[in-house]
């Protein structure tokens, strides 16, 4: 099991949420466990190559 940690905020009696690895794609649920079905199943789509051309958050160590 692989854990990944989200962003979520509630606006106009939805919940939203991203993911900190892919920020620009967000999506949105009625309750937090609805929002966190959500995000499973785009997550699938960001993984698997469905959306092209997804854009990553990532870290570079500078010495």
Known sequence: M?????VY???DG???GFFEEFP???TQGKSLDE?????????KDLTSGEIPHVYHVDELVLA
């Open 2 to 6: 692989r854990k990944i940690k989200y």
């Open 9 to 11: 905020y509630e606006e």
């Open 14 to 16: 939805f919940y939203v």
């Open 24 to 26: 620009d794609y967000k």
């Open 35 to 43: 929002l966190q079905q959500n995000l499973k199943e785009i997550y």
